[in-house]
């Protein structure tokens, strides 16, 4: 079996209008977010072996968080340019190209790509759009990611900064 979470950002922040779009960071909620979903992820036991993230800033920033928040080092965090505002069939031919080795992946992405990837996945799922720092935690049943797709995924987890009371 294999473990794959998604995330969604944390709320990036608009307070610079003239920042390029992939250059905003958090906002202070995002601050308060990322490092409050990577405590709940780690006492769920959850313990990923890469950390996947477009380059984004704000989704860099949340990939870090995540991996601070799990104990990880700095360097589990890869980032990967195809990410970036990608559509759903890119989220998971990047998923299905991660090296076999790892049995836990973490992915940090944006919407609407990221949520179409998750309900893709997981039909069950059935969320129109995941909220920021939303994480889906999903077990994957194959031996090769290259085989990533419905059929072999059930879904684990689902929790927001809101249902965590936050």
Not at 49 to 65: E, P, Q
Request: glycine share 6%; proline share 7%.
């Amino acid at each position: 079996m294999r473990r794959l979470t998604l995330v969604r950002h944390a709320k990036s922040s608009w307070s610079d209008p003239s920042l390029p779009d992939n250059e905003r960071p958090l906002s202070g909620r995002g601050e308060r977010d990322a490092p409050a979903m990577a405590a709940w992820l780690a006492a769920s036991g959850e313990r990923p072996d890469s950390i996947l993230t477009s380059h984004a800033r704000r989704a860099v920033m949340t990939a870090r968080a995540f991996a601070a928040g799990l104990g990880l080092p700095e360097e589990i965090v890869r980032v990967d340019r195809r990410l970036y505002l990608a559509p759903a069939e890119l989220v998971i031919d990047v998923l299905r190209a991660q090296d076999d080795r790892l049995s836990h992946v973490l992915a940090v992405g944006h919407n609407p790509g990221i949520s179409e990837a998750a309900n893709w996945l997981v039909p069950a799922l059935a969320v129109e759009s995941l909220p920021t720092t939303a994480v889906v935690t999903i077990e994957v049943d194959a031996d090769r990611w290259a085989r990533l797709g419905p059929a072999v995924c059930r879904l684990l987890d689902y929790e927001t900064p809101k249902t965590l009371g936050r």
